[in-house]
């Protein structure tokens, strides 16, 4: 597929500087019949290079990027697992049983701790990646994450839910929807993203030798498929022909804001 859309690509922009070619030659055959003075023809030919430079310049900006291997200097390495370690100790001291598995919101440590015991698409998202990389960094071994990962899944499942999406906040007490009951476009979009990250991740985890492929595999099912249940049409304004930021479960209506390019 990749040598198809370059070949594709390839005889794209060879007949894009033919065009060029043939139409720069009609435009000097112009001139010289017509005459034209020195500033103009200098400006003639610097229009002639950036048009004939245009499709190379084009397929480069559009090419992927050299990527570097960056490898960390030991003490730095350390220095990062230790930052990593101390966040993953929040998702794995803050959930349990009694917040149905899922990490509370925040925690505020002045003037004393408290846990706030609520919950949004974001926060549950970022959980999921998370657990992943907890795993990948061996602070979780793989049924530890496995575990972790189904009994999330299995508490999304029995959540309110609009049109496939969760809404904007959860009390983790009862999982009861906290007012007012809103659908967030930004929040759905990045909990589809970080469940197709996770379906991805799964996928991957599962062609190695020693996974439990077949439960991998169903975290990975159940995942794409609560993203693909998301009906992001919600969000949209036919009126003003953009997405809402949002949607009032309340009163059934879109919010008055947009995404739009101001």
Same mark, same amino acid.
């Given at each position: 597929?990749?040598?198809?859309?370059?070949?594709?690509?390839?005889?794209?922009?060879? /007949?894009?500087?033919?065009?060029?070619?043939?139409?720069?030659?009609?435009?000097?055959?112009?001139?010289?019949?017509?005459? $034209?003075?020195?500033?103009? %023809?200098?400006?003639?030919?610097?229009? %002639?290079?950036?048009?004939?430079?245009?499709?190379?310049?084009?397929?480069?900006?559009?090419?992927?990027?050299?990527?570097?291997?960056?490898?960390?200097?030991?003490?730095?390495?350390? @220095?990062? $697992?230790?930052?990593?370690?101390?966040?993953?100790?929040?998702?794995?001291?803050?959930?349990?049983?009694?917040?149905?598995?899922?990490?509370?919101?925040?925690?505020?440590?002045?003037?004393?701790?408290?846990?706030?015991?609520?919950? /949004?698409?974001?926060?549950?998202?970022?959980?999921?990646?998370?657990?992943?990389?907890?795993?990948?960094?061996?602070?979780?071994?793989?049924?530890?994450?496995?575990?972790?990962?189904?009994? $999330?899944?299995?508490?999304?499942?029995?959540?309110?839910?609009?049109?496939?999406?969760?809404?904007?906040?959860?009390? @983790?007490?009862?999982?009861?929807?906290?007012?007012?009951?809103?659908?967030?476009?930004?929040?759905?979009?990045?909990?589809?993203?970080?469940?197709?990250?996770?379906?991805?991740?799964?996928?991957?985890?599962?062609?190695?030798? &020693?996974?439990?492929? &077949?439960? @991998?595999?169903?975290?990975?099912?159940?995942?794409?498929?609560?993203?693909?249940?998301?009906? +992001?049409?919600? +969000?949209?304004?036919?009126?003003?022909?953009?997405?809402?930021?949002?949607?009032?479960?309340?009163?059934?209506?879109?919010?008055?804001?947009?995404?739009?390019?101001?």
């Amino acid at each position: 597929e990749n040598v198809r859309s370059r070949s594709a690509v390839g005889r794209r922009m060879g /007949s894009s500087v033919l065009c060029a070619a043939l139409l720069l030659a009609a435009m000097w055959a112009r001139a010289v019949t017509v005459g $034209i003075s020195p500033i103009g %023809s200098g400006i003639l030919v610097m229009l %002639s290079l950036v048009w004939l430079l245009a499709p190379e310049v084009a397929f480069r900006l559009s090419g992927e990027p050299p990527r570097p291997q960056r490898t960390l200097a030991p003490d730095d390495r350390l @220095l990062a $697992i230790r930052y990593a370690r101390e966040h993953w100790n929040y998702f794995e001291e803050s959930a349990s049983a009694a917040t149905h598995w899922l990490v509370p919101d925040n925690l505020q440590e002045t003037p004393e701790p408290v846990l706030a015991t609520r919950t /949004s698409p974001t926060n549950i998202g970022l959980q999921l990646l998370a657990i992943m990389s907890a795993r990948d960094l061996g602070f979780l071994d793989d049924e530890g994450m496995t575990m972790r990962l189904e009994r $999330i899944l299995d508490t999304m499942d029995g959540m309110t839910k609009v049109r496939g999406h969760l809404l904007n906040w959860y009390e @983790l007490t009862d999982l009861r929807v906290l007012d007012p009951p809103y659908v967030s476009a930004v929040d759905s979009g990045n909990l589809a993203g970080h469940l197709l990250a996770l379906a991805e991740g799964c996928v991957e985890m599962a062609g190695s030798a &020693d996974a439990d492929a &077949d439960r @991998l595999n169903d975290i990975a099912a159940r995942a794409r498929a609560m993203a693909m249940a998301m009906d +992001f049409g919600l +969000f949209y304004d036919s009126r003003r022909r953009l997405l809402s930021i949002g949607y009032d479960a309340r009163t059934g209506m879109l919010d008055e804001s947009s995404y739009d390019l101001l």
